[in-house]
C-alpha cells in the first residue's frame, strides 16, 4: 500500500514536471539533474545490498555506472559553460521515495524498486530532453542530450523488467 501511495504521489508530480523546462535556467538544470542523480544511484545501491534477482542487481549496477559517468559529464559540462554546479540534494519526493524503498525487504523492495525506478526515468528523460531541445548553455545541451539517450536505455531495460 505504502508503494502504491509513493508512486501516486510520483506520478502527480510527473504530470506537473517541467513543461516550462525549455525555460529553465542552466542552474535549475544543474540542481534538478543532480537531484534525480543522487536518488537513483542512492536507491540502487539500497537494493544492490539486499536484492538476490540478477536482472535487479544487474540493473542497479548499471545505475551506478552510468550516473557516475553522467554526473561527470554534467560537471564537465558546467565547467566549460562557467555554470556552478549546486550540490546534489533530494527532492523531498525523493526523499519520501527513499524512505519507502528502505521500509520494503525482498522481493517487495525488488518490485518497488523496478516501480520506482520507472517513473523516475520517465520524468529524468523528459528533464534532459527539454534542456537538450530549449537549454540557454551550449555545452549543457549536448551533455543533456547525451544524457537523454543513456536515460532512455535505461526506460527500456525497466521494460523488460
Known sequence: MRAIAGLMTLAAAMMTAPAGAQAMSPARYLEAAGAADLYERAASQMVLESTTDAKVREFARMMLADHAR???????????????????????????????????????????????????????LSLHQAYAAGGSAAALKAAAARIAAMVARHAEALKAM
Open 70 to 124: 553522467g554526473s561527470a559529464t554534467r560537471r564537465a559540462a558546467a565547467a566549460r559553460a562557467r555554470v556552478r554546479v549546486p550540490a546534489a540534494a533530494l527532492t523531498p519526493l525523493q526523499t519520501e521515495l527513499i524512505v519507502e524503498l528502505r521500509a520494503e525487504t525482498g522481493l517487495a523492495r525488488d518490485a518497488t524498486y523496478v516501480a520506482q525506478q520507472r517513473a523516475a526515468h520517465a520524468r529524468a
